[in-house]
């Protein structure tokens, strides 16, 4: 009957996406019929219901209806032209200033609102239009936007982790959130690489930049600082004790309010409901996810589908590296079609078993797969980010594409340094004695 069941399922919940219906939808759906047909037939609605609901009752989950409000604030802030001249104050003389300074900017950019889509619009959205007046290339430049726009989504504050956690049953949130830093800076740094020696190859200096004066940069640096200083905040205070992550996804929400719209004032207050029904919008659809995960978790256990799979890749082979590899490649595929959190919620119950089974840690995992998810965001043929950063600089894929290249080779390195070397995701949790 278990057989049956996972089945039914997978064929369901192929189908229903198949024909476009909402991921949140498929799952219920496939999930419902699979619960009616051979587990509860009297109660099947009942139960789902319940774990529907159960699924999301959790105080840790509290931290993504906040991060993600505290996102758009930001997102809406007039925070990316500041970041961005923060960038150019040190990277203005650099060959490639405006390529690297896109980079930065969507890493910094990226991390506080918490979408790779905000961080390409945003920040590619600002630059485009000035490497287009320096004659860079605008494969390139689109490229060069698109790779690094999903970097945020590794660097706190974001809500990945803590999508994470809820799926992985528990592991700790603060110390998911320290142990993305390493990867989403070497994500960055490798990316900066490739766009320095292309910048130098193809002579990409901004000959007529000048060196800001005292004053000029002071205003810069001050001006940038109270956006930065988020990071600080909600970092600060989860590692001194002074809260939680979820007390400091709140703290985010009050600081991203009075920087807005009363320091900054780049948000009226009468713009205000628009910045809180989209934050409502957004969280009523991940946390649909959620739920939704939680009733297909429950028909998971009873079908002993991840079992199956954990058998299946076990038994086409014992070796450690060749075991991760499969497991990075089907969270590649799975990221191009799905986006973060429906995937975390769904695959995290079925592979994290398997990494565990050779020696992988919950941490370094939820790193590693956060990491494939977000690299799927910007890879043919249906990466959300890719669509986005060539829509903005009004290119097609195929003009892009090969300029992606050698930024894919990049990525996919960090990737497997993250992936093999438990140091990568580990020293600095370690080193604040979280592990």
Known sequence: MEIQAAIVLVILFSITLSLKVPVSFSIITSSLVTIVMFLTPKFGAFTAAQKLVTGIDSFSLLAVPFFILAGQLMSSGGIARRIINLAMLFLGRVPGSLALTNIAGNALFGSLSGSGIAAATAIGGVLDPMEKEQGYDRGFSAATNIASAPVGQLIPPTN??????????????????????????????????????????????????????????????????????????????????????????????????????????????????????????????????????????????????????????????????????????????????????????????????????????????????????????????????????????????????????????????????VTFVPAASGWLPSALGMM
């Open 160 to 417: 990945a982790p803590i999508v994470y956690s809820a799926a992985a049953g528990g592991t700790s949130v603060a110390t998911l959130l320290m142990a993305g830093w390493i990867p989403g800076i070497l994500w960055a740094a490798l990316c900066m690489a490739v766009a320095f020696i292309y910048a130098k190859k193809h002579g990409y200096v901004v000959s007529s930049a000048k060196r800001a004066g005292f004053r000029e940069a002071a205003r810069i640096i001050l001006d940038a600082i109270p956006s930065l200083f988020l990071i600080v905040i909600i970092i600060g205070g989860i590692l001194s004790g002074y809260f939680t992550p979820t007390e400091a996804s709140g703290v985010a929400v009050v600081y991203a309010f009075i920087l807005s719209v009363f320091v900054y004032k780049s948000i009226p207050l009468r713009d205000i409901k628009k910045v809180f029904v989209s934050a409502g919008i957004m969280t009523t659809i991940i946390m649909l996810i959620i739920g939704a995960s939680s009733v297909l978790s429950f028909v998971l256990s009873f079908t002993g589908l991840p079992q199956a799979i954990s058998g299946l890749l076990l038994g086409f082979s014992t070796n450690r590296i060749v075991i991760l590899l499969l497991i990075n490649i089907i969270l590649l595929v799975v990221g191009t079609f799905m986006d973060m959190a429906p995937a975390l919620m769904i695959f995290t119950p079925i592979l994290l078993p398997v990494a565990k089974s050779v020696g992988m840690d919950a941490v370094q995992f939820g790193v590693m797969m956060i990491m494939n998810l977000a690299i799927g965001t910007v890879t043919p043929p249906v990466g959300s980010v890719l669509f986005v950063g060539c829509s903005i600089a009004s290119l097609k894929i195929e003009d892009v594409f090969r300029k992606l290249v050698p930024y894919f080779a990049a990525i996919i390195a960090a990737l497997l340094f």
